[in-house]
């Protein structure tokens, strides 16, 4: 006598919804460059704190902890270079070969008249000009470019930032217009020539791309400072030249029971 074995029902496939194939842009403000400046005012917080002396005055009393200062006028040169330096070259675009030559002459004659000790007679031409600061200075100014760069770089920059989908492009503004929408057909997406300071110094691998929209929506857009750009241009490109129904569905299928 034979008995006739049924196949074991196994579970159904279950579809589930794609997710949203998309890439974030966020583009930076100036601000986010400005990391080398309290960078450097902590270093320098830290070399006067463990090297510093205190300010006698004319009447024998001393200061407090804070006003320490450190005996090398060095350190308050070195400090004001790079302030300005970072300021100049964060709001001037120099792109190309000629960033790179003005950032490398400028740290070579600072360092070059440091290690020579020439700061103090050129400062001393200019009508006795000293430059020293203390402890209080350093952790104070370094303490709220700090806060600034955070709140910029973390909250305020990611308020407006730009979604790449396969045929769409949506500007999302937290406070202001909501979001907008353009058709990618037709768009193009370039990364400009790169600012060698800004871009791969201080950006470590930033850069601007500049966005053309067509069809009924026309625009043009520069986004600035966009971190990574390299590996997020390969990437939009990719989602640009795709339609929305190319985007696949997530299938997974149960095991046999």
Request: glycine share 8%; net charge negative; no cysteine.
């Amino acid at each position: 006598m034979s008995s006739v074995l049924s196949p074991q029902p196994t579970a159904p496939a279950s579809v589930q919804p794609a997710a949203i194939d998309e890439i974030k842009v966020i583009s930076h403000s100036a601000m986010f460059y400005w990391w080398p400046i309290w960078l450097t005012g902590y270093v320098m917080a830290l070399l006067t704190y463990l090297q510093g002396s205190p300010v006698t005055l004319p009447d024998g009393s001393q200061l407090g902890h804070g006003a320490l200062f450190h005996p090398s006028h060095n350190l308050g040169v070195a400090f004001s270079i790079v302030f300005l330096l970072v300021l100049l070259l964060t709001h001037q675009t120099v792109r190309g070969v000629a960033s790179l030559t003005v950032i490398v002459a400028i740290l070579a004659v600072t360092f070059l008249f440091a290690w020579m000790d020439w700061w103090y007679p050129v400062l001393e031409a200019f009508g006795s000009l000293v430059i020293f600061m203390n402890l209080g200075f350093y952790l104070f100014v370094s303490s709220a470019i700090f806060l600034m760069w955070v709140l910029s770089v973390f909250i305020f920059d990611r308020l407006d930032y730009w979604k790449v989908r396969p045929g769409q492009l949506v500007h999302v503004s937290v406070f202001g217009n909501g979001e907008e929408t353009f058709d990618t057909h037709g768009m193009s997406v370039m990364k400009l020539r790169a600012d060698m300071f800004r871009h791969w110094v201080l950006g470590l691998g930033s850069g601007d791309l500049h966005i053309a929209t067509t069809g009924a929506r026309k625009a043009d857009f520069v986004l600035n400072n966009v971190l990574f750009v390299g590996t997020k241009l390969d990437r939009i490109q990719e989602l640009v030249s795709m339609k929305p129904s190319q985007a696949q569905d997530i299938v997974t299928v149960g095991n046999p029971m």
